[in-house]
């Protein structure tokens, strides 16, 4: 099962991009790339999900280069109500590990300034 | 279309004392999975029911139990509760194991004294 490396927390203002990149060194061929965000005291919220190159969609995009040992979610123009904490996961097409389960991390803690 | 359902979203237990938790799936959903948060913490992957039956199981004890119901709705129930039980236990629901990606609840915050 792949493990992936994010950093603990980031910091940003208002209106700028942010980018966090998550390592997994040992994803498997057939493993996609799923972020989720989690506001406080609510369950994670599916942001986007990819398997190589580029996936775009109206709240962020994820880069992945080509030997996909690492990952990068974009947040174009962030606003306070962007602070959450981002997970990355690496499973099957679901997200999930090849058990079916969600594996997190601790994720990465987003902090918007004003 | 409603979301995933929790309930309650708070609840206060003591010591030794039992707990169960519910969620309603998401509208078309079928599977129903459970996971416990700790503060500051991801959450952890408790077990997940299909077709009424345990699936899969991560590493909780056997206080840890649960049960589906024809409707797809789901409880959790804690038995013993320790102080380090103290969490928030969140239901995600999907369809057929997990098809299309998980749909997560708001949560049950459990605070044992």
């Known amino acids: 099962l792949a493990k992936t490396t994010q950093p603990i927390s980031m910091d940003s203002y208002e209106g700028q991009e942010v980018n966090i990149t998550c390592s997994h060194n040992n994803i498997a061929t057939n493993d996609y790339i799923t972020w989720y965000q989690q506001f406080p005291s609510q369950g994670p919220r599916f942001i986007i999900q990819g398997y190589k190159t580029k996936v775009t969609n109206e709240v962020a995009s994820l880069f992945i280069p080509a030997d996909r040992k690492s990952s990068t979610l974009s947040l174009p123009r962030v606003s306070l109500s962007d602070t959450a904490v981002y997970y990355c996961?690496?499973?099957?097409?679901?997200?999930?590990?090849?058990?079916?389960?969600?594996?997190f991390g601790q994720g990465t803690t987003l902090q918007v300034k004003p | 279309d409603a979301g995933v359902t929790q309930s309650p979203t708070h609840l206060i237990k003591t010591r030794g004392q039992q707990v169960t938790l519910r969620c309603s799936p998401k509208?078309?959903?079928?599977?129903v999975s459970w996971y416990q948060q700790a503060l500051g913490q991801g959450p952890q992957f408790i077990f997940q029911y299909y077709e009424e039956e345990e699936r899969q199981r991560g590493n909780f004890p056997d206080r840890f139990s649960g049960h589906q119901f024809p409707n797809y709705s789901s409880e959790l129930n804690v038995n013993a509760l320790l102080l380090g039980d103290s969490a928030l236990y969140l239901c995600?629901?999907?369809?057929?194991?997990?098809?299309?990606?998980?749909?997560f609840g708001s949560g049950t915050r459990l605070t044992v004294v």
């Open positions: 509208s078309g959903h079928d599977t």
């Open positions: 995600a629901s999907s369809l057929n194991r997990g098809l299309g990606g998980y749909t």
């Open positions: 996961l690496v499973g099957v097409g679901d997200g999930s590990s090849n058990t079916g389960k969600l594996i």
